[in-house]
């Protein structure tokens, strides 16, 4: 029983880390914020077919004056960096001297 009574107050403490706060979801849902996101998604795919690494898609004065779109840009770069397929952040070519050319 006292396990239980411990283990309540963090269930709920997990579930506002996964669900987020009411403040959080009125953020995500904010046009700024799906904007940023789309932005840092694109910035993440970028780098991986860009050897330069110059193209970063974002707003720099709204990414500077708008939380909800830097929370946004962040998320969606940090979202489609990790589901980038392995290899791509090293850029378009996974082996550039195919054939054991080194």
């Known amino acids: 029983m006292r396990r239980l009574l411990l283990l309540l107050p963090l269930l709920g403490l997990a579930g506002c880390v996964i669900l987020g706060t ?3 979801r009125k ?4 046009p700024s914020f799906r904007t940023g996101y789309d932005d840092g998604c694109a910035s993440a795919t970028n780098e991986g077919a ?3 690494r110059g ?3 974002r707003d720099d004065a709204l990414y500077e004056a708008d ?3 830097r929370a946004g840009w962040a998320n969606g770069h ?3 960096a990790r589901m980038a397929p392995p290899g791509q ?3 378009p070519l996974s ?5 054991g050319g080194h």
Do not use: E, F, T
Request: aromatic residues 4%; glycine residues 12%; charged residues 20%.
């Open 22 to 24: 009411k403040a959080d």
């Open 27 to 30: 953020v995500q849902n904010s």
């Open 50 to 52: 860009n050897m330069r």
């Open 55 to 57: 193209d970063i898609v």
């Open 67 to 69: 939380g909800a779109y």
């Open 78 to 80: 940090a979202s489609c």
């Open 89 to 91: 952040s090293r850029g």
């Open 95 to 99: 082996d550039p001297m195919p054939g």
